[in-house]
């Protein structure tokens, strides 16, 4: 009998798995290593810890990082590219560093495909659409054969204005296939992303031939192994935009499933909102490896219509997440006598030198552990026993370079990493129009809880929140999410030249094709939905703001050109500081989104208190160079309505809290820890 709810997260250290049990109500979260050089093992152990049998489980959902690892170390197929004659050049060319102009120091990305291996093929599509020369069939052919011969994993094809008229890219494709045989990767342009802009469409293509079998043969993996092990659910996987979809169309489009790692604690953080009302939050995601940003506004995540990797463009619905190399496992050394941290992690093997794997090197995690901050005996949920002398001992040899003792040098570890992470938090926030100190902080990561009031005290925000089993929050997150499908429409028509009715047929049927793809994954009829938006600037501009179409906004509304008239010349106020309220504009790009709805548990409320007092201890931890007793009080013990002071370390299996002095801690209703400082009323 199913009774289990199950979402998976891959980190660079650790596997997340959170399983919400049907009859009793309760989730329950548990971590395993990361197996790098095969997820699945990594997977599947994380798994076995939660559930006894796979065929208990209804509903699995995985956040996969494999396309991502596939990108950022180059590890992915040799990809073959098929331009339009002529402008072969374009993906090469690229786009000038407008934001860099003057910087000495700027380097062009690496293309992914070599020039040798980008081919001209005859034939035109025009703006408009109309055929004006037509596909040199033999052209593809020869391609193909090229293709063999340079033993290419994948080809990908680009044609100008492909978008408006995909005949030649799907009569490549077709052909191409015929070639190569069906099992062979070909990405087209207009699929990968259907918008204007070359470039980008080129560069989305390309990205998504690169990784794409990678993350198919991953996926096919994993679900053979479910399945042999009695799965019989359908796998779903996350998506950057930070839906989700069946692993069947994940291996379609797996594009989609770039960025699919991070978004999970940015819906976690949209439920929070949901669930408290705090319309505004920072999410704050530090695990062993990297540190993430993302936002909430208004209570919905951040959602950009283009991302960039190692400075290549993509157009894909994703969620906005800034991400630095600041970890646990960030590596502190000297350099030019001054102290770095990070971007370079010890990673899971060997690890912080406390791990005892043959880690030498010092790192945040290292420093936590000397300050008092970490229990050395209850790390991972017991998993791992860290050796507290180790540590000490990576620390006082680079604090001989600057001739500090251990303990203070682990404070200025700390005080670098936490610096590092305050400034990519004002880089999202303020590029937003968005002053941090108006949103609450939400700290989550298996190391977020334990900087997040440092970062809070620089920033001037005076909330914390760390919500329950913070170190799996993102897998958490992946349980509330839905369904989604997005889709685009290339739509170039100024205000004064707008055909409402045509934009509103336009939209309907782009919110019926993807009616039909939720039914195709399982999504009953009323339990799907859609939301519209469009691109737009003003006249003469280059690049656009997407102005979400809401209730009463329909194209066909007399006062429509008035009203996204004004809430684009809002959000162009909140982004740019200026307005143009007046001036024309040109509708640029339709976008639809359909969601399906499967259901996710409901919040689970915390015991309440019966008394003020809590089981706890006291332990010396240092604070600004000072040894204090804090607190240490193991998270199953705080039920709602406790409250207690800093200085305090509060432990639970999958994260630390820190709380330094001055500040107060008490218990909300779902079981949060909301953090202020005492005098904050």
């Known amino acids: 009998m199913t009774r289990y709810r199950v979402s998976m997260d891959i980190g660079g250290t650790f596997t997340d798995v959170v399983t919400y049990d049907h009859a009793a109500g309760v989730f329950a979260a548990t971590k395993a290593s990361t197996t790098p050089g095969n997820l699945s093992e990594g997977v599947l152990a994380g798994l076995d810890a939660v559930v006894d049998e796979s065929s208990a489980i209804d509903f699995l959902v995985h956040g996969t990082t494999q396309g991502l690892n596939a990108f950022l170390e180059r590890r992915g197929v040799p990809v073959l590219l098929l331009a339009t004659a002529g402008v072969e050049d374009s993906y090469h060319i690229a786009r000038g560093p407008r934001t860099r102009l003057?910087?000495?120091?700027?380097?062009?990305?690496?293309?992914?495909?070599?020039?040798?291996?980008?081919?001209?093929?005859?034939?035109?599509?025009?703006?408009?659409?109309?055929?004006?020369?037509?596909?040199?069939?033999?052209?593809?052919?020869?391609?193909?054969?090229?293709?063999?011969?340079?033993?290419?994993?994948?080809?990908?094809?680009?044609?100008?204005?492909?978008?408006?008229?995909?005949?030649?890219?799907?009569?490549?494709?077709?052909?191409?296939?015929?070639?190569?045989?069906?099992?062979?990767?070909?990405?087209?342009?207009?699929?990968?992303?259907?918008?204007?802009?070359?470039?980008?469409?080129?560069?989305?293509?390309?990205?998504?031939?690169?990784?794409?079998?990678?993350?198919?043969?991953?996926?096919?993996?994993?679900?053979?192994?479910?399945?042999?092990?009695?799965?019989?659910?359908?796998?779903?996987?996350?998506?950057?935009?930070?839906?989700?979809?069946?692993?069947?169309?994940?291996?379609?489009?797996?594009?989609?499933?770039?960025?699919?790692?991070?978004?999970?604690?940015?819906?976690?953080?949209?439920?929070?909102?949901?669930?408290?009302?705090?319309?505004?939050?920072?999410?704050?995601?530090?695990?062993?490896?990297?540190?993430?940003?993302?936002?909430?506004?208004?209570?919905?995540?951040?959602?950009?219509?283009?991302?960039?990797?190692?400075?290549?463009?993509?157009?894909?619905?994703?969620?906005?997440?800034?991400?630095?190399?600041?970890?646990?496992?960030?590596?502190?050394?000297?350099?030019?006598?001054?102290?770095?941290?990070?971007?370079?992690?010890?990673?899971?093997?060997?690890?912080?030198?406390?791990?005892?794997?043959?880690?030498?090197?010092?790192?945040?995690?290292?420093?936590?552990?000397?300050?008092?901050?970490?229990?050395?005996?209850?790390?991972?949920?017991?998993?791992?026993?860290?050796?507290?002398?180790?540590?000490?001992?990576?620390?006082?040899?680079?604090?001989?370079?600057?001739?500090?003792?251990?303990?203070?040098?682990?404070?200025?570890?700390?005080?670098?990493?936490?610096?590092?992470?305050?400034?990519?938090?004002?880089?999202?926030?303020?590029?937003?129009?968005?002053?941090?100190?108006?949103?609450?902080?939400?700290?989550?990561?298996?190391?977020?809880?334990?900087?997040?009031?440092f970062l809070a005290q620089e920033l001037g925000i005076a909330e914390i929140i760390v919500p329950r089993f913070p170190g799996a929050f993102s897998a958490w997150g992946m349980l509330q999410t839905r369904i989604r499908q997005d889709y685009t429409e290339p739509y170039f028509f100024l205000d004064e030249d707008l055909d409402g009715a045509d934009m509103s047929a336009a939209l309907q049927r782009m919110e019926q094709a993807g009616f039909a793809a939720l039914s195709?994954?399982?999504?009953?009829?009323?339990?799907?939905?859609?939301?519209?938006?469009?691109?737009?600037?003003?006249?003469?501009?280059?690049?656009?703001?997407?102005?979400?179409?809401?209730?009463?906004?329909?194209p066909t509304n007399p006062d429509f050109l008035k009203t996204v008239a004004q809430r684009f010349a809002e959000l162009h106020e909140a982004r740019y500081g200026h307005a143009n309220l007046g001036a024309p504009i040109e509708f640029v790009t339709l976008r639809t989104t359909a969601l399906g709805d499967l259901g996710h548990p409901a919040p689970e409320q915390w015991p309440a208190a019966g008394s003020a007092e809590f089981p706890h201890e006291k332990r010396p931890v240092i604070f600004g160079g000072e040894s204090l007793d804090a607190i240490v009080v193991r998270r199953d013990h705080l039920l709602v309505g406790h409250t207690f002071a800093g200085p305090a370390v509060v432990l639970e299996d999958t994260a630390t809290t820190v709380v330094p002095p001055r500040y107060a801690v008490t218990v909300d209703e779902i079981g949060s820890l909301i953090i202020r400082e005492r005098d904050t009323k």
């Not at 989305?204 to 079998?213: D, F, L």
């Not at 936490?418 to 926030?429: D, E, F, L, V, Y």
């Not at 009953?524 to 006249?539: F, G, K, L, M, P």
């Open 520 to 554: 195709h994954e399982g999504v009953a009829e009323q339990a799907r939905s859609a939301t519209h938006a469009v691109d737009i600037r003003y006249a003469a501009q280059e690049y656009t703001l997407t102005v979400p179409l809401l209730d009463g906004m329909e």
């Open 102 to 453: 003057y910087d000495l120091h700027y380097r062009k990305p690496t293309p992914l495909v070599p020039r040798r291996d980008v081919l001209g093929i005859g034939g035109r599509i025009a703006a408009d659409g109309t055929e004006l020369q037509p596909l040199d069939e033999e052209a593809v052919r020869a391609a193909a054969r090229t293709a063999r011969e340079r033993d290419h994993g994948a080809v990908a094809v680009g044609f100008l204005f492909s978008y408006k008229n995909p005949s030649h890219e799907l009569r490549a494709r077709e052909i191409l296939l015929e070639e190569l045989g069906d099992g062979f990767t070909v990405s087209v342009s207009h699929e990968a992303a259907k918008e204007w802009r070359e470039y980008e469409r080129t560069s989305s293509a390309v990205i998504e031939a690169y990784t794409g079998p990678v993350v198919r043969r991953y996926l096919t993996d994993l679900e053979k192994r479910l399945a042999d092990r009695g799965l019989a659910v359908p796998l779903h996987v996350m998506q950057s935009s930070g839906g989700i979809l069946t692993a069947e169309s994940a291996r379609q489009r797996p594009l989609q499933t770039l960025l699919s790692g991070p978004v999970g604690g940015a819906i976690a953080c949209a439920e929070l909102s949901r669930q408290t009302g705090r319309g505004h939050l920072i999410g704050i995601d530090m695990g062993g490896t990297s540190f993430d940003v993302s936002l909430i506004v208004d209570g919905d995540p951040d959602v950009s219509a283009e991302a960039k990797l190692e400075g290549l463009p993509m157009l894909m619905s994703v969620v906005n997440i800034h991400t630095v190399g600041a970890g646990g496992g960030s590596v502190a050394w000297a350099e030019a006598g001054g102290l770095r941290v990070g971007p370079r992690s010890a990673g899971a093997r060997p690890g912080p030198a406390c791990y005892a794997r043959g880690g030498t090197e010092p790192t945040v995690t290292d420093a936590n552990l000397v300050l008092g901050r970490i229990d050395p005996k209850g790390f991972a949920g017991g998993q791992m026993t860290l050796d507290a002398d180790l540590a000490e001992a990576a620390l006082s040899a680079l604090g001989t370079e600057f001739g500090l003792s251990a303990v203070t040098m682990a404070e200025g570890v700390c005080d670098v990493a936490n610096s590092k992470m305050a400034q990519a938090i004002r880089t999202i926030t303020v590029s937003r129009g968005i002053e941090p100190r108006d949103s609450a902080l939400v700290a989550f990561g298996g190391a977020g809880p334990m900087h997040a009031v």
